[in-house]
């Protein structure tokens, strides 16, 4: 979903400013696409470490906080959110498309319409975390499509990725017995996978593994980075060494809790280190 704000500002000469909000870390897997999709833009990041999990929030809670945060980026200069986060897009989008000015990305809908397109069976299995799941967003937005959907709540990935158990056996029996319930009955013939959290990319090769083999496995990070890519209307380059450091995306975190920690956890998401990071702390 967009806001209704123009893209002017965000499509001059000059590089694009691209504000990203989650409720921590997971948000990073969208960074990635984001920057491998569209190298000529800056970046700002903010993680709300310090009030995580937002699944457990209510509706009220969740949009105050989703909020605060995507007016801290606006006012540090971004000229277009992207909301990496399942639960607060799920629950708070409209009402931070209301109080922002610039236009706004979830990563619902990209992944919806992604999986939309992929889908010719017209039915798609979604695995997200249990907040985003009973937001039922995902079943929304496909049906809106012509497409049947079947949303599975998969609570124990989020914290085995954290943990670093990516490739772990025991993430793959886990997983393998939420995609064997998923992927039952008349669902057996959905075609495609939703990743419905920004914490499931790190799990792509091993989901690949466990999912049955006709399925397509949709990333709504990607999906949500494409979406972005042509807000801007910037086209993927390819450059040498000596142009990659003259085009490489400026980046600045923000965290409300331990800054040592998101470095060190934020890491594996984004597939690098984090240097540039600064504790925030926002108004209750």
């Known amino acids: 979903m967009i806001g209704s704000a123009t893209t002017r500002s965000a499509t001059t000469t000059r590089r694009p400013i691209v504000g990203v909000f989650d409720s921590g870390v997971g948000g990073l897997t969208v960074l990635k ?13 903010f993680g709300d470490t310090a009030r995580l999990p937002y699944g457990s929030k209510s509706v009220e809670t969740v949009a105050r906080y989703a909020t605060q945060a995507s007016q801290f980026l606006e006012h540090c200069g971004s000229q277009l959110l992207v909301i990496a986060c399942n639960t607060a897009t799920a629950l708070a989008l409209d009402k931070i498309t209301q109080v922002c000015r610039v236009p706004v990305v979830g990563v619902i809908e990209p992944g919806a319409e992604r999986a939309s397109t992929a889908s010719q069976k017209r039915k798609v299995v979604v695995i997200g975390t249990e907040a985003t799941i009973s937001s039922q967003a ?5 049906e809106a499509r012509g497409v049947q959907a079947k949303e599975k709540a998969c609570p124990l990935l989020v914290p085995l990725v954290e943990e670093g158990w990516t490739e772990h056996l025991v993430t793959e029996q886990v997983a393998r017995i939420y995609l064997d319930e998923a992927f039952q009955d008349s669902f057996k013939s959905a075609d495609v996978l939703v990743l419905g959290c920004t914490h499931y990319p790190l799990l792509k090769p091993l989901l690949r593994r466990v999912a049955p083999a006709h399925v397509t496995i949709v990333d709504s990070a ?7 890519g042509e807000l801007l209307r910037v086209t993927p380059v390819s450059t040498s060494t000596e142009d990659e450091r003259r085009r490489m995306p400026r980046m600045k975190f923000f965290a409300t809790d331990s800054v040592e920690k998101f470095r060190s956890l934020g890491m594996r998401f984004l597939g690098h280190a984090i240097e540039d990071v600064w504790h925030v702390d926002l108004e209750e």
């Open 33 to 45: 696409a984001l920057l491998e999709l569209i190298p000529a833009a800056d970046y700002l990041y």
């Open 138 to 142: 995902y079943r929304k937005a496909l």
């Open 222 to 228: 990607e999906s949500t980075a494409g979406v972005v």
